[in-house]
């Protein structure tokens, strides 16, 4: 069997605070719903789908949380495997914004990938549909503050660029899990990185560690002659 017909399982995991919409995109990814009602807790631990990646079926498996992203205490086995991890915050709460480097530092602890400064991550600031409602709503409102709040969801967007510029280029997408916004384009990136990282990691285990330890002390076999 080549490789390239090898069966390919995708962990990817989904990190952030809790109410960003982490569920709400994964159920607009996989099963092209939305829900406005608000469920911290769900019964799956993960969703999988089937995704064609150029001419190659992948399945890609998708971790959530059940509502324990609020103490930060998801478990090595939750992170165990992983080929990608995907950072999610709300544009309209700053935040949760704040918290995705610690989410980010989290992940590589817990995960400790081999090598995690080439570890795939992917940040989503989700929720967009939600900015010129709140814009319309503040400037009828508050006139005066109309300059200061349109440049504080400015920066959000330049923030979160210079962020993952600043993690070595992650890729950053704006999306909407209500209106079904870039969602697609997200989770295609996501799945492309995944399967990158995947082969990587299988080019390790096709070759074992065959170091040896200098250090130890190999027992003297002896000489016949
Ligand atoms: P999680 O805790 O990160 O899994 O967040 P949820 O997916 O449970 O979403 C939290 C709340 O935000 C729910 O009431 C969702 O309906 C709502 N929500 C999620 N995504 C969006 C979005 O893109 N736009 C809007 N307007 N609401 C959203
Ligand atoms: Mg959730």
New binding site residues.
Partial sequence: MTTRNKKVLLKVI?L?????????????YVNKK???????T?GADFLTKEVLIDDRLVTMQLW??A?Q?RFQSLGVAFYRGADCCVL?Y?VNNSKSFDTLDSWRDEFLVQASPMDPESFPFVVIG?????GE?KRVVCVSVIMLLKGVIADRLKISAKRASTFCQSKGGIPYFE?????A?NVEDAFEVIARQALAQEEAGDFSNDFPDTTIDVNRDYPDQGCSC
């Fill in positions: 989904i952030g605070d809790s109410g960003v919409g982490k569920t709400s995109l994964m159920n607009q939305f829900s406005a009602s608000y469920k911290a769900i959530d949380t509502g992203e999610v709300d989700n929720k967009i549909d939600m409602e999306t909407s899990a209500k209106e916004l």
